[in-house]
């Protein structure tokens, strides 16, 4: 199990880019923020912040799990102390959902069944609650239906995500045509859910898109992604996040240069897992940990090695 522990919140604004360096035709998603805030008048909730470290800290290890059960290798050994023709221009919105987690709307099925859901850059799996589940964790969202569906089909194998807390959802394996502002990728892996608990029941969101690399998927097949490229849907595996308080997006396929101005600083991706690069962190000019690093829009928090995050507030006057 991996030893997490969070330096700070972070919020986000401008761009993250998550690219290759092409220009190809582009979608836009409009994004909402969402999730419990971790603070109160100032006074940081220590239950919030450690549960969402928690998540974070077995999102990563179900991740490398799956990569190293796929080639042997363990993405995370030696770093630190570890204990345990031209495409669609489109966009989609994104909305700030209590200054948390980014999330967006997209339909699964046809006719489409609709889901706001969280766009997540540390993990490669999608997933929403089934009709098939009666558990208290799904009973507040809408529910994939594959009798609704004509193109729905069941695919062999079993999902299942769990958090240290105990809590977690597990569900089969369908694929179906899901839909992003217009784009559909068909035959798309994912589970509809059949276990939640409870604790879900409070999300704003129906469920998570990973938008990392499907070598860490625990389903193990292409993300929505990988298989628009493949599809001939977008002209590049390129996306970025514009996050701001207001006129949030996910751009699919290129980046929209209405949304900023200069140069783009390009960072090298050491592989194809998570969105991981080469970083350092460092205060008075100490450096608390030099090397890679995650970039992940599914938490809000920046979290480290233990060793390392200590040896960084050691270094902060006060």
């Known amino acids: 199990m991996l030893a997490f522990t969070a330096i700070t919140a972070l919020t986000l604004t401008g761009y993250a880019i998550a690219a290759t360096q092409s220009e190809p035709g582009t979608i836009s998603i409009p994004l909402q923020k969402h999730g419990l805030p971790f603070s109160r008048n100032g006074i940081v909730i220590g239950s919030v912040l450690a549960r969402q470290v928690e998540r974070v800290q077995f999102k990563y290890a179900r991740g490398n799990a799956a990569y ?13 102390d570890f204990s345990g023709s031209l495409a669609k221009r489109q966009k989609e919105p994104l909305i700030d959902e209590q200054e948390q987690l980014w999330a967006g709307n997209i339909t699964i099925g046809t ?6 859901i969280d766009f997540d850059t540390g993990s490669a799996d999608l997933w929403v609650p089934s009709s098939k589940c009666s558990t208290t964790g799904c009973a507040p969202h809408p529910k994939y239906n594959p009798s609704k569906s004509s193109t729905s089909s069941k695919q062999e194998g079993f999902f299942n995500i769990t958090y240290g807390d105990g809590s977690g959802a597990s569900g089969p394996i369908y694929s179906d045509t ?21 604790v879900f029941a409070s999300n704003p969101s129906d469920g998570i898109m990973g938008l ?3 070598s860490i998927s625990q389903i193990g097949a292409p993300t929505f992604i990988e298989n628009l490229y493949s599809q001939g849907k977008i002209s590049a595996p390129t996306f970025a996040f514009r996050l701001a308080s207001s006129g949030s997006e996910l751009y ?20 194809k897992t998570y969105w991981l690069t080469e970083g350092a962190s460092s ?9 890679p690093m995650i970039i992940d829009s599914g938490t ?9 995050v200590k040896h960084w507030w050691s270094h902060v006057p006060g």
């Open 252 to 271: 699919l396929g290129g980046i929209n240069h209405s949304k900023y101005t200069g140069s783009i600083t390009w960072a090298a991706l050491t592989n």
């Open 212 to 214: 990392a690399f499907s």
């Open 300 to 308: 809000t928090i920046i979290v480290g090695n233990t060793s390392s």
């Open 178 to 198: 899901v839909t992003v502002a217009g784009l559909s990728a068909a035959c798309q892996y994912f589970s509809p859910v059949t276990l939640e608990s409870a």
């Open 111 to 116: 006719p489409g069944q609709q889901f706001t």
């Open 283 to 291: 205060v008075n000019d100490v450096y608390g940990y030099k090397g």
């Open 68 to 80: 190293k059960a796929r080639t042997g290798h363990d993405l995370f050994s030696g770093i630190g």
